[in-house]
């Protein structure tokens, strides 16, 4: 609905009514609501050259009037149709693909040609095509970059290059701004990326070093934004920093395209860095900044670096912990249980791994009053060189220092392996009788028959949540888990599993504790907030919102998280709880979105929300000089 009266809704094409020039210091949104759609995007194009540009792109269905306006008749076949139809023959296209490496080649490709249809395509089949895109058909893509490349998607910034930096981000803008959208973009060149997705490539999903293939964890990551929250993809930047790669098969590959050196490391990957966020700042100073599948130590390294600083976050690290909590809370409502009582063991203490222990713990910290060291205590930490003590000293990494356990605990446990001297997780199993067992540890099937059995022993339900990607490196088979426990498990995964039949009658829906369930919303409210920061609170807001939207609290029986496929719907939620914490912290500086959490105007959060969200639609294109 279209609201007059209020100060900054604009109810005509931007000819006749221009966007609000923003107080100083604040960014101030236009609201277009239900016909945001019909806005028109410019365009000087013609001919081939716009049936070549994917984001005006309309194939066959261009109408009649902008054949003729926009000199395409001779371009196209004869009949219109309409996007629908363009999508059920998309459809049955992808079908005729065989395997999944080849259904997202063929996804890229539509991508490449047609981008309504590209996510219109996506959005009529979520549930099934999100397993092609993103996790875990995104694996094996990245794996083939190189050898299915056909046309580049995103910013490919190269070390060897890297003098070139700024202009090369720079082009970047140009290029957006060369078709821009009236309807999402405010008057200022420089306002047109509110997010860039960067990635290093060295630790890409469970797969590790991949390089220049990387550009496809931060290409399908975007695509995630625009189905899961709405965010125009053409505000999207997805970029991949090539610092070279230590992963040998690249090396070997003769058709490897990205620069084959060494991975850069030390001071001169520090500069290169920081000069890319300096520039990012810079040329993009709305831009969230999304951190996305570096190595353990630079991700928690840049992060400390940038937090407090400047709108950023890891995906890996904070996405990761907040979905998990989100779940873990859930779990705990269905088994009557309270955080505070948990005994938590972290197997894989890498990047999701502490992030996860981090956002535990500050729910421990908030919820139930603990103090960090008392909150510190929840957890049992164990990577490939067992359970953390505190005598690893120095090889203990920074982020895991404060959970590392005292040695004197475990100098009476009766280890599996004396000869060792360190304790594995079934010593920890046996001795800690965890009640939450969570997998970051890319080791496929480390929760074997006996640990998972041993573990039930002890507790009534245990919560085990496998969420390392892609499938094939699950700790656990959900249908494993709960057949070794009589169905008793609460199991949730990273990657997508079909529903299991349970022992006693009816089936379990496991959830998928991905954090593609929170980014893409996370990223959403600190945008319409332009948010100084992403702050811890704005984090924990998006994980008691989300955790409230479990439909295992109505039905015990049910996921524990909602459906991946439902994330637009849960999106709205999340992105007004972020919304309402950036402006109740004094963190948000967009009047408009101000106002309306202040209840200043007659739109509510939520639809504003709506209003502000990409739909794959045709809007109507106008011929401009
Ligand atoms: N579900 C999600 O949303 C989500 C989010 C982020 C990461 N992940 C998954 O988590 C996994 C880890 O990712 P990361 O970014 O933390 O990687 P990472 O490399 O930072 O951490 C992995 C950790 O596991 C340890 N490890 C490896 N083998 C082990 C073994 N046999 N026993 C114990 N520890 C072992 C490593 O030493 C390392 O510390 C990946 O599979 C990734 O896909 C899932
Ligand atoms: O990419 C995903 O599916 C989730 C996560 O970021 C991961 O690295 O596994
Ligand atoms: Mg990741």
Redesign the pocket.
């Known amino acids: 609905m279209i609201r007059p009266t209020c100060r900054n809704v604009r109810t005509a094409l931007p000819k006749t009514c221009p966007v609000h020039a923003p107080r100083r210091g604040l960014t101030s949104r236009t609201i277009i609501t239900d016909n945001k759609n019909l806005v028109p995007i410019r365009t000087n194009l013609r001919g081939s050259s716009l049936l070549n540009t994917p984001r005006l792109n309309k194939g066959a269905g261009f109408t009649r009037e902008e054949r003729a306006v926009f000199g395409l008749e001779g371009f196209l076949p004869y009949d219109v149709h309409s996007l629908e139809k363009q999508a059920l023959r998309a459809y049955n296209q992808l079908l005729k693909q065989p395997t999944v490496i080849l259904k997202h080649a063929f996804l890229a490709s539509l991508r490449d040609q047609n981008q309504v249809l590209f996510y219109r395509l996506l959005q009529d089949h979520l549930k099934e095509l999100l397993g092609v895109l993103y996790?875990p058909g995104a694996a094996e893509a990245v794996e083939n970059y190189s050898n299915l490349f056909r046309r580049p998607i995103g910013c490919f910034i190269s070390y060897p290059n890297h003098e070139g930096m700024r202009a090369q981000l720079e082009a970047h803008l140009q290029d957006v701004n060369r078709t821009a959208d009236v309807a999402y973009h405010s008057k200022d060149s420089k306002d047109a990326i509110d997010l860039v997705v960067v990635t290093d490539a060295e630790?890409i999903?469970?797969i590790g070093d991949q390089g220049v293939g990387g550009i496809t964890i931060s290409t399908s990551k975007a695509a995630l934004y625009t189905l899961g929250a709405g965010i125009n993809p053409n505000r999207i930047l997805p970029v991949v920093l090539d610092v070279g790669t230590d992963n040998h098969a690249l090396f070997a590959d003769p058709l490897y395209m990205g620069w084959k050196r060494t991975r850069l490391r030390g001071k001169n990957y520090d500069n290169f860095v920081d000069k890319f966020i300096a520039n990012c700042r810079d040329i993009f100073p709305n831009a969230i900044i999304h951190f996305e599948?570096f190595?353990?130590t630079n991700?928690y390294r840049f992060m400390e670096k940038y937090k407090d600083k400047i709108p950023m976050f890891n995906d890996?690290i904070q996405?990761?912990g907040a979905?998990t909590l989100a779940g873990l809370l859930a779990a705990l409502k269905v088994s009557n249980q309270k955080l505070g009582d948990q005994r938590i063991v972290i197997?894989?203490?890498?990047?999701?791994?502490m992030g996860i222990a981090n956002q535990i713990r500050d729910g421990l910290e908030i919820l139930d009053g603990k103090t960090r060291q008392e909150a510190n205590k929840h957890f049992w930490c164990?990577?490939?060189n067992g359970l953390l003590v505190e005598s690893m000293g120095n090889n203990l990494r920074h982020s895991q220092q404060g959970y590392a356990r005292p040695d004197a605990e475990i100098a009476n446990w009766e280890l599996e392996n004396p000869e060792q001297h360190a304790a594995y997780l079934m010593d920890v199993i046996k001795n800690v009788k965890p009640t939450v067992l969570i997998g970051?540890?890319?080791?496929r099937r480390?929760f074997n028959e006996d640990i998972v059995r041993e573990m039930a022993k002890y507790v009534e339900r245990p919560i085990i949540f496998p969420?390392?990607?892609?499938t094939a490196?699950c700790e656990v088979d959900p249908e494993d888990a709960l057949a070794w426990t009589d169905g008793k498990a609460l199991v949730a995964t990273?990657s997508p599993f079909a529903p299991v039949p349970l022992p006693n009658g009816g089936t379990y829906t496991v959830a998928q504790?991905?954090?593609?369930l929170v980014y893409p919303a996370l990223s959403l409210g600190a945008i319409l907030a332009r948010s100084k920061t992403i702050s811890p609170s704005m984090l924990m807001a998006a994980v008691h919102s989300l955790a409230q939207l479990s439909p295992a609290l109505k039905d015990p029986g049910a996921s524990l998280l909602p459906d991946l496929s439902e994330v637009r719907n849960v999106s709205v939620v999340v992105a007004a709880a972020v919304c309402r914490q950036a402006v109740a912290d004094n963190n948000a500086t967009d009047q408009t979105t101000i106002d309306i959490v202040n209840g200043n105007h007659d739109v509510s959060l939520e639809e504003y929300i709506k209003s502000q969200m990409w739909d794959p639609v045709y809007r109507p294109l106008e011929l401009v000089d």
């Open positions: 996790t630790a999903l469970g599948d190595g353990m991700a890996d996405g990761t979905v197997y894989g203490a890498g990047s999701a791994g164990v990577d490939r970051t540890s890319t080791s480390a969420m390392s990607n892609p490196l990273g504790t991905n954090n593609a």
